[in-house]
């Protein structure tokens, strides 16, 4: 199946389906986000990040939120 032929498929969804639908995509997206996020984890990919803000934090560059 094409991008096209699954784009004209999915509008034709009636409403209800067109609900699971976005919902079960919602939840397929933000699983794929979450391993992407793991993986950039221990790879060591976002340790820098992590030294920035321990480092901002120790130096009074942070605040509460």
Do not use: Y
């Amino acid at each position: 199946m094409t991008i096209e032929e699954l784009e004209k498929a999915v509008a034709k969804l009636p409403p209800e389906q067109f609900a699971e639908f976005r919902a079960w995509f919602e939840r397929l997206d933000a699983a794929r986000f979450d391993q992407k996020i793991e993986r950039d984890a221990r790879e060591g990919r976002l340790d820098r990040l992590g030294d920035q803000a321990i480092d901002d934090f120790r130096k009074g560059r942070a605040r509460e939120i």
